[in-house]
């Protein structure tokens, strides 16, 4: 709902969707009113134009007012390991997890320093029904690490956000953020050691359609909504791949909520050809949940109430994003 208006916003200005790269966190406690349909309004309450208008106007001139602004910048790449906060919270030890914080750090030719920072543990440490607006733990990271760094503009983004789920200290819900946000601000500042800059930062972009099957719900194994009831409640929005390369790394931004699991074994991959990758969820439509595929006849809520597209877009997503890594950004 917001995308088509900040696209339509940001051509005014010269730009496409070829230039832009959209990646978010979330939170289960935020503002509502931000989707026209039945589910939409089960999820956060009824629909408000006013509210899609004003997100779209503050993306956009947010993007206006930083493209007014540029300056001559180094770009490293880190990864920190951090299996305390995170754990598998789809199938438990059975499974993998995904526990490393990705980190570029950007260091401009005025002293002044930037970090965008991904990682899989979900914004979840707020539970159902919590009426305080919210940006839960990734919102208190923020904070914290503004706090402790003078001058320090951090950002966060989901990564693969998908079957991960954040480490709950406390039956306090706010010792809990308190836990998450101020640890992985610790582990970060303790871990400060910046590797080398890249010795080039090329930029490359591409901005793909994807194509999957229609989106079904399953009741059981056997029966299913057909895909026009599904649209009818749930809305029907375009999605694709964005895949950004910023020097020696790679941003791949996915719609959905993107496997912990599957980036793991993306990234591993990737390892081996001396590449970094960075997978991000929620990059502006949405498809539901993309797990792996030996784990979709679970009767759970990740892999049956939200996994629309059928039991092997797992593997389609893993291919699809090396293809694209190899061929588009790497000439491969």
């Excluded at 910048?73 to 993998?96: C, H, M, W």
Aim: with cysteine; hydrophobic share 40%.
């Amino acid at each position: 709902m917001v995308l088509p208006i900040v696209d339509s916003l940001l051509k005014k200005e010269g730009f496409s969707q070829q230039n832009i790269f959209y990646t978010t966190t979330h939170s289960h406690s935020s503002i509502g009113g931000w989707h026209p349909t039945l589910v939409g309004e089960i999820f956060a309450g009824k629909f408000d134009q006013r509210v899609i208008n004003h997100i779209a106007d503050c993306i956009s001139k947010s993007i206006i007012k930083a493209s007014s602004d540029l300056k001559l910048t180094e770009v490293s790449f880190q990864e920190i390991a951090a299996p305390e906060f995170v754990y598998n919270r789809l199938v438990g030890d059975k499974g993998q997890v995904d526990d490393k914080i990705r980190l570029i750090h950007l260091n401009s030719s005025d002293s002044s320093k930037a970090i965008i920072a991904t990682y899989a543990a979900h914004a979840t440490c707020l539970p159902k029904g919590t009426m305080k607006p919210s940006g839960d733990w990734p919102s208190a990271l923020r904070d914290s690490m503004e706090r402790k760094n003078a001058g320090l503009f951090f950002c966060f983004s989901a990564g693969a956000v998908g079957s991960m789920g954040p480490v709950i200290h406390s039956q306090n819900k706010w010792e809990s953020i308190h836990f998450l946000a101020h640890g992985i601000a610790r582990k970060l500042v303790e871990n400060a050691t910046l590797s080398p800059a890249f010795k080039s930062v090329d930029l490359k972009m591409w901005h793909q359609p994807l194509y999957v099957r229609e989106p079904n719900l399953r009741i059981s194994n056997y029966f299913v909504l057909r895909p026009w009831l599904f649209y009818k409640l749930f809305g029907n929005e375009k999605t694709y791949l964005n895949v950004l390369k910023i020097g020696e790394v790679v941003f791949c931004g996915t719609p959905c909520d993107f496997s912990g699991e599957l980036n793991k074994e993306i990234c591993n991959y990737e390892k081996i050809n001396n590449r970094n990758l960075v997978v991000t969820s929620f990059n502006g439509g949405y498809i539901g949940y993309v797990t792996k595929p030996k784990w979709y006849q679970l009767d759970t809520y990740e892999t049956r109430t939200m996994g629309w597209v059928g039991h092997d877009i797992g593997a389609y997503f893993e291919d699809i994003i090396s293809l694209y890594i190899d061929k588009i950004m790497f000439g491969g």
